[in-house]
């Protein structure tokens, strides 16, 4: 097909998620674009999990959160957590792309929290599908049974270790922590604003790389066992 180079680009697109009239189905639909944040929200969605998604008001420098049922102030969260983004996303003039790595990295937090439960589950139709999943699980994620020291039983800490000991040391109480590095790693992965840099943490070259390339493996996984598997409608 001939395409004419000269032609107008399209006067309607919209610069910004501000301009939208639903700011927060627009971003979805950007960031459905990213195998990443897709391979989320389809495991989330066949788990009947997915979070509730505003944006709110958050401290400076806080860019989201993800609050679950159970934890600390909890009375109000919905049964599926909830996910903040910050309204500063929505300023004049901020990159519509701009919000996709923190959404992308609260729904990681939402799996991990909903592959906790999915490993208990005691319904099993297909036996082969939930091993696969729990083997998986013991491997990228955490294996009960290990080794003698605890750390070394959490799959994304060990690999940071191994890539660069003083820096997951130094980092271990957030950002090298074990929730955090896979979902730092598949924030980084959606990022499409080549102006900003979501991870400023100077993470070990290959880390975030690696553990979300794990982390879709798991996913996939997961979501198999899932369909396979399914949870328990309830009464
Ligand atoms: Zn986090």
New binding site residues.
Partial sequence: MATNNLAPKNINVLRSLAEHPNPLQYLMQLASEKPEYAALAEYLGVRTAMPQIDFGSLPPGTRGE?GMRGGFNAQKIPENGAITLSNRFLNQGYDQTNAIPTLT??LT?AAQGEMARQKFQKEILDQNAKQQFLDAHKKLVFNPKGFKSNKSTYGAGMLADKLNPAWTKENETYRASN??LP??AMGVAVNQNPLTEYDDYNTPAHLNSTLATEYQILLDLATRDAKANPKKKKP
Avoid: I, L, S, T
Wanted: hydrophobic share 40%.
């Fill in positions: 993800f990295h609260e937090h929730e955090e979902a730092w």
